[in-house]
Structure formats: C-alpha cells, structure tokens
C-alpha cells in the first residue's frame, strides 16, 4: 500500500540583482523540462544589469536528474505523470514560500512579472492561482496555462489580467494555431491577452524580452 510522508527539504534558486526598498520590478521565471535555473537565469541578465531597481528570480524544479544515462548534464523537472498531485502540491509550496521569502524585501508597489517556459507554464499558472500575491504580468512562453485549475480560481487570477502568450515561428512542440486558441482562452477568463510570435524555434528570444520588459 502506497504511503506518502511530508519532509523537509532544500530548494534552490538563482537570483541577479539585489532586493531593496529601492526595488521596482521583480521578475519570477520558472524554467522548462531539462533545464537548470543557473543557465535558465542567464537569458535575463540584461534586464537586471539595464536597470539596478530589477530582480530576477528562477526557482529550479524539485526533481533533477541526469538528461543522458547515469551521468554528465543534469536538468530539473517540476514534475512528471508519476504522483503528479504531490509533486505540484510541493512546488506550489515552494514557489509560495519563496515568493513571501523575496516580496517583503521589496516596497508594496513593486511591479511583479511572472514568465513561466516550456513545462513551467503550468507550474506558473497553478501556483499563482493559490499565491498570495496577484502579478502586474504574467507571460506564458511556449506553453499554455494549466487546465486542471479549478474554473473560479482561473477567473479570480485573470480578471483583467495582462498575459502575453509567446511563440517561436517554429516551435517543435507548440504551433501557431494552438497558440491563438490559448490566447482566446484566455481572453474568455478575461484576462488581456496579446500574442506575440518570432522567428525562431522552443526557445527564449532576446528581442521579444526587451520588448516585454519595456511594456511590463
């Protein structure tokens, strides 16, 4: 018979930029399949070396593992199929505990930017229907918002929401067209969504970031 037990453990995140009273904008980022939030981080470098009032904070996924047999690179996953409920259970948990870790250090009116890539999507979109706090921003990139999420917290969390739903041109594992039907989904939880596409494949793209960061 299958048991499950709560524990104590350590998680970890990489964080540029110092947090103060001084502090105007706080990006969260969470990472997709396979990544680490030490290489993830470093697509949002600039913003933090443009402007000394922003902070940018990539919580890393609970589970690593080695992305090829039994050694070399290792990645992190914010979850899999196996005790899925569990696993998002501790990750909102995490990402709750670090949010009220990291927020306090700011002034109240610190604008709040979540991006969540790839698997982290549905990482982002689940805990911020349970957080605390409510985003100026929230930015799905290459993935969709979670449709397990219980309708009314769905509606609560995007009511007039800005969400920016991005896409590469030619993503492998996201088209275009899933992409418009994420956007009109949506819209019909009120949030303002726009879309916003570039040449290029599952990745990050710098141009589109800037662009982002100016009207975020």
């Known amino acids: 018979m299958e048991r499950h037990l709560t524990v104590a453990r ?12 001084q502090t105007r904008r706080v990006w969260f980022i969470c990472h997709g399949y396979g990544q680490l939030a030490a290489y993830f981080i470093r697509h949002f470098a ?3 070396d443009a402007d000394p009032t922003t902070v940018i904070i990539a919580p890393e ?4 593992f080695y992305l090829s047999g039994n050694g070399g690179r290792v990645g992190a996953s914010w979850m899999t199929r196996d005790d ?3 696993e998002i259970d501790d990750h909102i948990g995490f990402l ?12 109240p009116e610190v604008q709040v930017t979540v991006l969540g890539f790839s698997q982290g999507t549905a990482t982002v979109g689940r805990w911020l229907a349970q957080a605390a706090f409510r985003p100026a921003h929230l930015i799905l990139w ?10 009314g917290a769905v509606q609560q969390l995007l009511q007039g929401l800005p969400v920016s ?13 899933q992409a418009q039907q994420q956007q009109q989904l949506l819209q019909q939880f009120g949030a303002d969504a726009q879309l916003l596409t570039f040449a290029g494949k599952h990745e990050l793209n710098r141009s589109i970031l800037e662009k982002l960061a100016v009207s975020g």
């Open 61 to 64: 996924g609970l589970s690593r």
């Open 10 to 21: 350590t998680a970890r995140y990489q964080q540029l930029g110092e947090l103060s009273p």
């Open 142 to 151: 290459a993935g969709g918002f979670p449709e397990d999420v219980a309708p």
């Open 96 to 107: 709750n505990q670090l949010a009220a870790a990291v927020l306090p250090q700011c002034p």
């Open 165 to 177: 739903v991005v896409i590469g041109s030619d993503d492998e594992y996201i088209s275009t067209a």
């Open 84 to 86: 899925r409920l569990h």
């Open 46 to 48: 600039f913003l933090a």
